[in-house]
């Protein structure tokens, strides 16, 4: 149910895309293998035509040469010019297609329970996702394409056959399909589990090579170096031995199809002959059919791999589907009606999605506009829950959440692969130039700035890369600014900074803050000092809610780390 | 190049896991060489001979249609039907047989790369700046490595196939007609010509766009990490648009790329398609008695006719073939050289694959550890990291190390566990000396808490156990509790954990490897590198109670800039640095 659920998913994402891109790349396809038949079974008529028409001098000038010789170089030509379309075409609409899933694909992830989703999955699952896309476009260009040109190649050589006779037609028909279908079909199912013990195989191969470099340290000293390169070896071999059982699937339909062919062929050989001595059908024809019958069997050999990928496709198909049928709405929080109220929450309650325990229990809460809140206590006892909750990103089970526009500052800094100004334009779309120079200014980039000779336009490699990890935090404030939201929902912002520019950081955010209600959650001292009221939460909790200048407010500073 | 370009080129290397650097021709050819030898000569033959099969088989084909047009009876027929059905029962099985003998070398050589290649891998020490990062090197040993075995399973029999059947063919044709075999041996040359003319070069940049392709899945995973930053500035419509627009750019350059690129093998298509048409139009003629030349005075019968015609589509066959598997060569030979590239050794790692010479019995008790006139430097050009340093530890000492920034300590620990060979300069443990011979020894007395611990996917208990000889569950069991993880680890019982400790906190991962080290009771020195590093206070606290109660008894050197953690050794020492580097921003 849910494996045709998503199928229907997938297929209905090709179909929407273009479908008539998708016909026409089908269409031409056929029309490459109606061409390459016809072009050898005209050949082979006009052959033994002209070869009986050329024994007598007066039936070779009553022999109309110039027809068939025309339509052979007509086939020559149309064969290979809806070849090249037909190239074109289904990699046109692949790539539409592509294109197409990846916004879709976006789209569905951005909602706000599959983004913590995404967020919490292991990297291998997110490369996951990039391997399955690529499988999916097999679909089409290796199953679909193939299928409908075979069997559409099947039918119109039954029908030319049928002509001469009826039966031959029919059986030729039936038997191309009945083979040409059900070999790919049975080495579909046949080859469906070792398609996925392949996928797998190949995960484990690259999960446990990224443990061998990653925990290089720890193995060698635990003298497990040996035996992590044995596993891999050993992930290998079954990834080897998934490989032999497709690659032996797949050279079966080849040997199958090549003896079924002959098998065809000499069938049609003997049928011919006989209709021939029946006086029915001379040699021209029986040429003809033969060398129809001999390339019909061609087009089916093209649907080899795609039945050997099919499990692995369909494997893609049952990932990503839910992503593509799914529309969750996000939570919008409500803006809080009482004046002076930046931020209400009354009796909240909420859990991540899958976790047995919960993250906020009962938490009821009122910031007014323009104070400062430390939000302190171990890790694990709710701080980034609660700034998710407010910032709209985790939905409450229970209670009440009412905020102005909050900007979350995230614990890890997310930059993208982007130019300079397409990460800062990310946080207003409005900015111009000037503006973000002094957005970077604001955050002490200027320096840096000026040693970046593309400027705006210098790239960021992947997640940022490139930037040193102040750099990069500087890079997130300057968005930050850019943002201008009431509400800054700052977490852990200088954790991993060395202390003179967390200490710069921290001056500049209190600088450009006047006026915005800030959130920040913290282990350290300097990012608390500044604060109106700090809280400390444990086990999903507020357990205390302290005003600056009392002596719970110092004693609780104290208990912070104090670098 | 517009700047676009030149950043999704560079992204597009590491993404598709394409080799990036072109900078070994020699180790290239080598390769090639390699690829060369990967298949063996029956394996090729088998292919050769299943090809070159269909020459009877179209002579039979064409006797049969010869001898309905001469009337013989149905029962003629038998005997070339026959000989159909056997011989294309053996060209298909000889292929088949051919193509599976070809893989299975071509795979067993893929296997051998691989296990070349980590082996290299494990003697690079992980502290080589030029090692590539774990995700290079997994996308090169798994998804990269996987091009070499369509490469070399089908280049070499596809280039045999085209070096021998066409000529065999052409031969056959001459024999009864030479206008017709001119017609074949004129259209051949003129492919490669053509497709040089129109597009050789164009494929190749098909190829290259076809990367970037991949690329776009490098900008969906870059875009979906950060998600939370994305929707917290109300942007998810705007980077939706943005990932749909420039694929959908991608995919208009990719497409002019292609137009012109598929031109190359229609070139191909087309001279395959006309050299087929001329034979058959020319043989027609020559049949009617309108071309009287072209067969060596003499005149082509039916058969004959029919024959040349029928060989006439399998001239060209294996020049397409071999232009279909060029694909598979370039992709082969990047996969050839980036993993020539992963087993290039850099700075190495002590004794990385020695083994044990015996199980030491025993609690080892404390030791002594000296370094003597160490030198070291992370570059050949680079500025020392230690030059002629000198450091004197007795057993039972308690040590923290304490630097200025974080480089050389660090760098220190990870010396004295052969983490990196020094460029000069004695380490002893024991009073033994760290070398390649006695590390895999010296290294059962040493427990090491690295500053980010990698945690393995699998349960708490086999990531404390490591699969180690002699840490069965009672060791395992032992060590959570003496770092306060038994809850946890009953909470979680076989659950996995897993790739980079998701699930885990700062803190518990790192209890986790104090467990890890303490499982082996009988290591006689601790080295710790930053334990308590981006912990809260009170974590931190906890963890360094743990990290002495584990010592007690042993040796421990700490890293650490942590003056609490600093202020419960017995010694502290501040390393000078020969050069100190500067600020880190």
Redesign the interface.
């Known amino acids: 149910m849910i494996r045709s659920r998503n199928l229907r998913a997938v297929a209905a994402l090709f179909w929407a895309g273009n479908r008539n891109k998708l016909l026409a790349g089908a269409l031409l396809s056929l029309a490459t293998v109606l061409c390459g038949i016809a ?2 079974g ?3 008529w ?9 024994l007598s ?1 007066a039936t ?1 000038l009553a ?1 109309d ?1 110039f027809a ?2 025309a339509g ?2 007509f ?3 149309a ?2 010019a809806s ?2 379309g037909e ?2 075409v289904t ?2 609409a692949t ?2 297609v ?3 899933l ?2 879709r ?3 569905g ?2 909602v ?1 329970g599959a ?1 913590r989703a ?3 999955r ?3 699952l ?2 996951r ?3 399955d ?2 499988a999916l476009d097999s679909l089409y260009l290796r199953v679909m394409v193939p299928l409908f040109s075979a069997a559409g190649a099947a039918l119109v050589a039954g029908l030319a056959l049928g002509f001469i006779d009826v039966r031959l037609g029919l059986g030729v028909a039936l038997f191309l399909l009945a083979v040409g279908l059900g070999v790919p079909a049975f080495a579909a199912r046949h080859a469906e589990r070792p398609a996925r013990r392949r996928a797998h195989a ?1 995960e484990v ?3 446990r ?19 992590q ?1 044995m596993s ?2 050993e992930a ?2 079954r990834l ?1 031995d998934a ?2 059982g497709m ?2 699937t797949e ?2 339909v ?2 199958a ?3 079924a ?3 065809l ?3 049609v ?2 049928v ?3 209709l ?2 029946a006086g029915q059908i ?2 021209p024809v ?2 003809l059919a ?1 060398l129809v019958a ?1 390339t019909a069997t061609e087009p089916f050999a093209a649907l080899r791999r795609g039945a050997v990928e099919l499990g692995r496709t369909l494997m893609a198909v049952r990932r990503v589907g839910p992503r593509l049928n799914g529309e969750e709405s ?1 939570p919008a929080n409500k803006i809080p009606q009482d004046a002076g109220i930046a931020i209400r929450l009354e009796g909240v309650t909420a859990r991540h999605p899958g976790a047995a325990e919960v993250a906020l229990a009962d938490v009821s809460l009122r910031i007014e506009r323009g104070e400062r809140i430390a939000l302190v206590g ?3 006892a709710g701080k980034s829950s609660l700034l998710s909750v407010i ?3 985790l939905a409450a089970d229970q209670g009440d959440v009412a905020s102005l526009p ?3 500052f ?1 614990q890890r800094t ?4 982007d ?1 300079l100004r397409g990460n800062l334009a ?4 409005a900015a111009d130039d000037d503006a973000m120079l002094a957005v970077l200014g604001a955050a002490g980039l200027s320096r ?1 700035f000026a040693t970046l000779p ?1 400027g705006l ?1 210098t ?1 960021l ?3 940022g890369a490139g930037f ?1 990890s ?2 990069a935090r500087r890079l997130a404030m300057a ?1 930050l600014v850019l ?1 201008d939201a009431p509400v800054w929902l700052l977490d852990e912002p200088t ?2 900074l ?1 202390r ?2 967390a200490n710069d950081v921290i001056a500049r955010v209190a600088n450009y803050a006047s006026g915005k209600t800030l959130m920040v959650s913290t ?1 350290i001292r300097r990012e608390a000092e500044g604060a109106d009221r700090i809280l400390h939460m444990n086990n999903g909790r507020i357990v205390a809610d302290v005003r600056r200048g009392t002596a719970d407010y110092e004693s609780l500073l104290d ?3 104090p ?1 | 190049m517009t ?1 676009v370009d ?2 999704l080129e ?2 597009s290397a590491p ?1 598709a896991g394409r080799a990036v650097s072109r900078a070994h021709p020699a180790g290239r050819q080598g390769d090639a060489a390699q690829a060369e030898k990967g298949v063996s000569r029956a394996a090729v033959l088998l292919q050769v001979t299943a090809s070159l099969l269909w020459l009877p088989q179209a002579a039979l ?1 064409a006797m ?6 001469a009337g013989e ?2 029962s ?3 005997l ?3 000989g ?2 056997v ?3 053996a ?3 000889a ?2 047989a051919g ?2 003998l070809a ?2 070398q071509a ?2 050589q ?2 051998a790369l ?2 070349q290649a ?2 290299a ?2 003697e690079t020490s ?1 502290l080589d700046t030029t ?5 290079l ?3 090169t ?3 990269q490595a ?1 091009a070499i ?1 369509p490469y070399v399973a089908r280049f070499r029999p596809a280039r045999q196939k085209a070096a021998i059947v066409p000529l065999a063919i052409l031969a056959c044709v001459f024999v009864y007609s030479w206008v017709a075999g001119l017609v074949l041996l004129l259209a051949a040359p003129l492919i490669p010509i053509f497709m040089a003319l129109v597009g050789w070069r164009a494929k190749q940049a098909s190829e290259e766009q076809l990367a970037e ?2 690329s ?18 109300d ?2 419509d ?4 943005r ?2 627009a420039s ?2 750019d ?2 208009r350059r ?2 002019a790329v ?2 012109i690129a ?2 190359s ?2 070139v191909l ?2 001279f395959a ?2 050299g ?2 001329m034979v ?2 020319y ?3 020559h ?4 071309l009287k030349f072209g067969a060596w005075g003499g005149k082509l ?2 058969a004959e ?2 024959f040349i ?1 029928l060989l006439a ?1 399998s001239f060209f066959e294996p020049l397409r073939d071999l232009s279909a598997v060029w694909h598979d060569r370039a992709s082969g030979q990047a996969a050839f050289e980036a993993l020539e590239k992963l087993a290039q050794s850099g700075r190495h ?1 002590v004794g ?2 020695a ?2 010479t015996s199980l030491r019995e025993g609690q080892s008790g404390a030791l002594s550890l000296s370094v003597e006139d160490l030198r070291f430097s992370h570059t050949a050009e680079g500025a020392p990291v230690f030059s002629g340093f000198d450091l004197h530890i007795q057993p039972g000492e308690r040590v923290a190390l304490m630097a200025p920034s974080g480089e050389g300590k660090s760098t220190l620990l ?1 010396l004295i ?3 990196v060979a020094p460029d000069g300069g004695t380490i002893r443990i024991d009073g033994r000396t760290l070398d390649d011979a006695g590390a ?1 020894d010296l ?2 007395a ?3 808490i ?1 500053q980010d ?2 945690i ?2 699998g349960t708490i208990s086999s990531n404390v156990g ?3 000889e002699g840490v069965g569950p009672k060791q395992v069991s032992h060590a959570l509790e003496a770092v306060s993880l038994s809850r946890l680890a009953a909470a979680r019982g076989p659950a996995m954990i ?3 400790g ?1 699930g885990l ?3 518990e991962a790192l209890r986790l ?1 104090l467990a ?1 080290a303490s499982a082996t009771p009988e290591t006689g020195l601790v080295l710790a590198d930053e334990p308590t590093a ?7 606290q906890e963890i360094a109670g743990s990290l002495l109660r584990i010592s007690a008894g042993k040796t421990l050197v700490v890293a650490t ?1 942590d003056p609490v953690l600093a202020s419960r050794m017995d010694r502290v020492i501040t390393l000078q640095t020969p050069q100190t580097a500067g ?3």
């Not at chain 1, 006009?46 to 050329?54: D, L, P, Q, S, Y």
């Not at chain 2, 090692?131 to 995700?135: D, E, L, M, N």
């Open positions: 072009l050898l005209l050949s082979g006009f052959i033994a035509a002209t070869a009986i028409a050329g001098v070779a022999f040469v068939p010789s052979i170089r086939l020559a030509l064969r290979t070849r090249y190239r074109i990699h046109d790539l539409e592509l294109a197409e990846r916004e694909l976006f789209r992830w951005a706000a983004a995404m967020m919490a292991p990297a291998r997110l490369f996702l990039t391997i896309i690529d190949l191969l690259r999960a090579s990224i443990d061998l470099v990653r925990g290089q340290g720890e193995l060698v000293m635990a003298g497990r170096l040996d035996a390169s891999i070896a290998d071999a080897a490989d032999d690659n032996r050279t079966g080849s040997v199809l090549g003896v062919g002959a098998v062929l000499a069938a050989l003997l011919v002959a006989t021939a001595e001379g040699a029986a040429a033969l001999l996000a171990q890790s694990g910032a709209g990103e909050a900007t979350l995230t997310e930059l993208f692969h130019t990310l946080a207003n779309p840096h593309a336009d790239w490699g992947e997640g040193s102040g750099q968005r943002r954790e991993g060395d003179e520019t282990h208990g912070l780390r670098d | 700047s030149a950043a560079e992204r993404a084909l049969a249609v010869g001898g309905i047009a009876g149905a003629a027929a038998w070339p039907a026959l159909i059905l011989l294309g029962v060209r298909s099985v292929d088949g193509s599976r893989f299975r795979r067993s893929l296997s691989r296990v980590v082996a891998l494990c992980p090692r590539p990062s774990s995700g090197a997994a996308s040993l798994a998804e996987e075995v392709m991949g776009m899945n490098a900008f969906l995973m870059d875009r979906l990490r950060g998600l939370t930053t994305i929707r917290s500035f942007a998810v705007r980077t939706a648009n990932l749909r694929a959908e991608l995919r990719t497409m292609l137009r598929f031109l093998s229609a298509e087309l398609a006309l087929v048409a058959a139009v043989v027609g003629f049949l009617l008695g309108e019968t039916l006719g029919l015609l589509p790692l990385a694959s083994t044990p990870a566990a052969g983490l895999a290294r059962r040493i427990a090491w690295g611990p990698h393995f996917p490591l699969g180690r897993g790739e980079g998701f906190s700062g803190g490897a890890r981006h912990l809260d206070r009170e974590t931190a800039h600020g880190a921003l």
